[in-house]
């Protein structure tokens, strides 16, 4: 079982910076697909940014070039650095980690930290 604790949102005003941290319980961080996912109010979650076991990115299209996925496999934590955010980034932003074994797909999640971009 593996446990994942985001951390690292709050208030920020428009064009500022945020790091969010998911932190993993267990000794498989380091084979899961991490992906950071964010709802806003009224919206569907929806997905951000993905990093591979191996260090492959993937983002979505209005947080390229502003937001960077990555992960320290020795800390058992994946981050999302967001820089020059704007009042549409705000939500909550969610941590999940995947694993496939065989035709198996195991999904875990975070509780979810608050980000909110305004003045």
């Known amino acids: 079982q593996v446990q994942l604790v985001e951390s690292g949102g709050g208030l920020v005003q428009p064009g500022g910076s945020l790091r969010l941290s998911c932190a993993a319980s267990?000794?498989?961080?380091?084979?899961?697909?991490i992906t950071w996912y964010r709802q806003a109010p009224g919206k569907q979650r929806e997905l951000v940014a993905g990093?591979?076991?191996?260090?492959?990115?993937n983002y979505e299209d209005s947080v390229k070039g502003r937001f960077t996925i990555s992960r320290d496999n020795a800390k058992n934590t994946g981050y999302l650095q967001m820089n020059s955010l704007k009042p549409e980034d705000t939500a909550v932003y969610y941590c999940?980690?995947?694993?496939?074994?065989?035709?198996?797909?195991?999904?875990?999640w975070g509780q979810g930290t608050q980000v909110t971009v305004s003045s």
């Open positions: 999940n980690g995947r694993r496939v074994v065989g035709t198996n797909i195991y999904n875990y």
């Open positions: 990093i591979t076991s191996g260090g492959n990115t």
């Open positions: 267990g000794s498989i961080f380091s084979i899961l697909f």
